[in-house]
């Protein structure tokens, strides 16, 4: 007689905590962790630990996370009212979730379920050498940095992200800042210092903090993203997250590579990937080269 093959630690831990986040999405209360822990078999602190290292959250930011898209879900379909959205996705007081509602949605939730409505975002599109740009810009700061070889299909993307937004051409102003921009673009390894209007899950925004972190000219792959945010079995999380960056260079997510030193995809274009990073490189050797003044 064979004896069956248990299944080893790390896959026994990702079935538990898969079946923890189904729980998690199905209950109309987001279970503490206690139960949580109870349900897999672990302590609290065990599970605790489990859990954050295979999805990047702990139980309760999941949690939230959860309930903060189901709440947009709601919203943009603009069948309930602000109120049953945020019931509905359990939240059990209203001052709950406005706690983070403007970091969340990026925008009154009235707004957001009118698709944008009374949001006013200015823009502009210019040329650089690597094509078309587009900049655009809310009350919080530059919400997209847009890279292409199509300025109508820029402006599409835009629309479709703000379908009710008021969007406004820059004036003389904004055309600095797009300036500015486009000299990020022209030499990536000097940045920028611009308020940036970031939207995302509180997973993405770690990502991104991270990839801030890597000096221009140098890369981490999207594994060392991951161990550099304490989640390291959350390596195609990761470059999820790179690929819904909407802002271009500001966020460098062009910095991250295989582990293998290839390029992968970007959403701008892989080519844009190796030009940017090509010309950080050039920068640096030009400026250790030049004689001190």
Same mark, same amino acid.
């Given at each position: 007689?064979?004896? /069956?093959?248990?299944?080893? #630690?790390?896959?026994?831990?990702?079935?538990?905590? +898969?079946?923890?986040?189904?729980?998690?999405? +199905?209950?109309?209360? =987001?279970? $503490?962790? *206690? %139960?949580? &822990?109870?349900?897999?078999?672990?302590?609290?602190?065990?599970?605790?630990?489990?859990?954050?290292?295979?999805?990047?959250?702990?139980?309760?930011?999941?949690? %939230?996370?959860?309930?903060?898209?189901?709440?947009? #879900?709601?919203?943009?379909?603009?069948?309930?009212?602000?109120?049953?959205?945020?019931? %509905?996705?359990?939240?059990? &007081?209203?001052?709950?979730?406005?706690?983070?509602? *403007?970091?969340?949605?990026?925008?009154?939730?009235?707004?957001?379920?009118?698709?944008?409505? *009374? !949001?006013?975002?200015?823009?502009?599109?210019?040329?650089?050498?690597?094509?078309?740009?587009?900049? !655009?810009?809310?009350?919080?700061?530059?919400?997209?940095? $847009?890279?292409?070889? *199509?300025?109508?299909?820029?402006?599409?993307?835009?629309?479709?992200?703000?379908?009710?937004?008021?969007?406004?051409?820059? %004036?003389?102003?904004?055309?600095?800042?797009?300036?500015?921009?486009?000299?990020?673009?022209?030499? =990536?390894?000097?940045?920028?210092?611009?308020?940036?209007?970031?939207?995302?899950? +509180?997973?993405?925004?770690?990502?991104?903090? +991270?990839?801030?972190?890597?000096?221009?000219?140098? #890369?981490? @792959?999207?594994?060392?993203? &991951?161990?550099?945010?304490? @989640?390291? #079995?959350?390596?195609?999380?990761?470059?999820? &997250?790179?690929?819904?960056?909407?802002? !271009?260079?500001?966020?460098?997510?062009?910095?991250?590579?295989?582990?293998?030193? !290839?390029?992968?995809?970007?959403?701008?274009?892989?080519?844009?990937?190796?030009?940017?990073?090509?010309?950080?490189?050039?920068?640096? @050797? $030009? @400026?250790?080269? /030049?004689?001190?003044?």
């Amino acid at each position: 007689m064979t004896k /069956r093959a248990l299944p080893s #630690t790390p896959n026994k831990h990702a079935a538990l905590v +898969a079946q923890a986040c189904r729980r998690i999405e +199905a209950a109309e209360q =987001p279970p $503490s962790l *206690d %139960d949580l &822990a109870r349900q897999a078999g672990l302590s609290p602190f065990h599970f605790h630990r489990v859990f954050k290292a295979a999805t990047g959250l702990t139980p309760k930011a999941y949690a %939230d996370a959860h309930r903060a898209n189901a709440v947009r #879900t709601s919203l943009a379909r603009g069948s309930s009212s602000v109120t049953e959205a945020i019931f %509905d996705a359990g939240f059990n &007081a209203n001052s709950r979730f406005y706690e983070y509602a *403007d970091a969340m949605l990026g925008m009154k939730p009235t707004q957001y379920r009118a698709g944008g409505v *009374d !949001a006013r975002i200015e823009f502009a599109i210019g040329e650089s050498s690597m094509g078309a740009i587009l900049v !655009a810009r809310s009350q919080r700061g530059v919400c997209a940095i $847009s890279l292409g070889d *199509d300025a109508d299909l820029l402006l599409r993307e835009l629309q479709d992200r703000f379908p009710r937004a008021e969007l406004v051409g820059g %004036d003389t102003g904004f055309e600095r800042l797009v300036a500015q921009v486009v000299g990020m673009i022209e030499q =990536p390894n000097l940045g920028i210092d611009l308020p940036l209007d970031v939207r995302g899950t +509180a997973f993405q925004q770690r990502v991104w903090q +991270a990839l801030g972190q890597i000096p221009p000219g140098q #890369t981490a @792959s999207y594994a060392q993203i &991951a161990q550099r945010i304490g @989640s390291p #079995t959350s390596v195609r999380a990761v470059a999820q &997250a790179c690929a819904s960056n909407t802002l !271009a260079v500001a966020i460098p997510c062009h910095r991250v590579v295989r582990s293998d030193g !290839a390029l992968s995809g970007y959403r701008w274009g892989v080519e844009r990937k190796r030009e940017l990073l090509l010309r950080e490189n050039e920068s640096l @050797s $030009s @400026s250790s080269q /030049r004689p001190p003044g």
